[in-house]
């Protein structure tokens, strides 16, 4: 406590020792004040000098601080007037106190947060004390990851993040790890708010507090979407291909066979055997090369309106069939999509003309704007796609060497629809046909034209 001449009325050892004071700098005699010796080893002497000043003409004001000191440390102040009960001015009351230490911690933890608000993945906290063990904190990557702001999570089990499309192992596989308070790793396909899938490295460990308590579960989610897609398609090529290849290689060498032990008047039916499995194979090689473009290159997503799509989708189609009946309506709605979006249509359009026992062959194509995505439909009259094809198209297809469809197109469609950040349904229209609806990203304002 410092008197209003300025001596020092009364002081502690801790004080004396923090600032490095001998005692005659805080004898009563002295005429020396203690900030004398205070102030010069300060960063920023003014601040304090400053405050000294604003206290000799405002002696009853009570403020706090901080200071840091040239060796690095860190002091917290306080000081107030001392007044007596008739409200007689003494002096002042200086308390002064090291939080280096406390300070360093609140730099470190906020190194850390500033570590996992801007890390590359998704982090989270969940709460296992509350019930359904809901979310507490998320990082800004899993709000970009999924689309939901913080509001929508928070107070929130993550299981809302699954669908239709998630497996139900890998779920099974997260609660028996949560239940058993251990780490696990796994990968679903989770959705964003806005519907679209992708799918979700999730890693989820348990956290203890000191006293080895279970206090929280952290959870990492990471985007795998394009390397799961990679691996899969990579192994339709290797699988379907090898087998489709394989199969049609053994019809080919039958063909040459019997065209060597055949009759004369045999021959022609021969040959145009040998003649169309070569068209067909010719045709899986050209998507094979196409996929593999595809997957090499991943080109990005521009803008067409639906007709630039449609329109040359359905002249290569009815140049080639022209009994087909195809119907469309006009429709300037702009999507984003990769430059080879048209081929999807193409695809489909052949594979309900191909696949059909109705004549004329019938597909109507609509579109329509829901929850920022343009849906392009494509009913036909056709006798409706196997289970397999279907599982092709929505991406849910396990790859095995006798599941591969009737070849590649299913997985092209597929592939350029998932490169182009779009989704697929697949409706059966009551033994009237089939709906494929393709939902590709509404663009508002821009437009271009396919290559």
């Not at 996992?116 to 509350?130: C, V, Y």
């Not at 799918?199 to 203890?208: D, E, Q, S």
């Not at 195809?326 to 048209?342: G, H, L, M, S, Y």
Request: hydrophobic fraction near 35%; proline fraction near 6%; charged fraction near 25%.
């Amino acid at each position: 406590m410092i008197s209003t001449a300025g001596e020092v009325l009364s002081y502690n050892d801790r004080f004396r020792n923090f600032w490095g004071l001998s005692d005659n700098a805080l004898e009563r005699e002295t005429n020396e004040s203690p900030f004398e010796y205070i102030l010069p080893q300060l960063t920023s002497p003014e601040l304090l000098a400053d405050r000294i000043d604003q206290f000799q003409t405002h002696p009853h004001e009570v403020d706090d601080g901080e200071l840091t000191l040239s060796d690095g440390r860190v002091v917290e102040w306080y000081s107030a007037p001392v007044v007596g009960d008739d409200d007689e001015y003494f002096g002042r009351l200086w308390v002064t106190r090291d939080i280096t230490e406390r300070k360093e911690r609140q730099r470190e933890l906020e190194r850390k947060n500033r570590a996992i608000e801007t890390a590359p993945i998704g982090i989270t906290l969940s709460d296992p004390a509350q019930p359904d063990n809901p979310v507490t904190y998320v990082n800004k990557r899993f709000t970009d990851l999924t689309g939901y702001a913080e509001t929508d999570v928070l107070g929130r089990n993550c299981r809302f993040l699954q669908g239709e499309q998630t497996a139900p192992e890998p779920v099974a596989e997260i609660r028996a790890a949560i239940d058993a308070e251990r780490p696990v790793t796994a990968e679903l396909q989770n959705y964003r708010k806005d519907g679209t899938q992708f799918w979700n490295r999730v890693t989820i460990a348990p956290v203890y507090d000191d006293n080895g308590e279970l206090s929280n579960y952290v959870g990492f989610q990471q985007d795998v979407t394009d390397r799961k897609e990679a691996t899969r398609q990579l192994r339709v090529l290797h699988r379907v291909l090898r087998h489709n290849l394989s199969n049609r290689l053994t019809v080919i060498r039958g063909y040459v066979d019997s065209l060597a032990e055949s009759l004369a008047d045999d021959i022609p039916d021969a040959v145009e055997g040998i003649q169309n499995e070569i068209d067909q194979l010719e045709a899986v090689i050209k998507k094979h090369r196409k996929i593999v473009g595809l997957l090499d290159e991943a080109p990005e997503p521009r803008t067409y309106t639906v007709d630039e799509i449609v329109t040359p989708a359905v002249s290569t189609v009815t140049s080639d069939y022209p009994n087909a009946d195809i119907r469309t309506k006009p429709c300037e709605e702009q999507v984003e999509a990769i430059p080879v979006i048209d081929i999807a249509i193409e695809e489909l359009l052949l594979n309900a003309i191909v696949h059909t026992d109705t004549q004329p062959a019938r597909i109507q194509i609509t579109s329509e704007v829901h929850n920022g995505f343009v849906e392009i439909s494509l009913a036909d009259n056709g006798p409706g796609l196997p289970a397999e094809e279907i599982a092709i198209l929505l991406g849910t297809q396990d790859v095995e060497p006798l599941k591969h469809g009737k070849g590649l197109g299913l997985w092209l469609v597929y592939l350029i629809v998932f490169l182009s950040g779009g989704m697929i349904n697949v409706e059966d229209a009551e033994g009237q046909g089939t709906v494929i609806c393709i939902k590709l990203p509404r663009e508002e304002a821009s437009s271009s034209a396919l290559d």
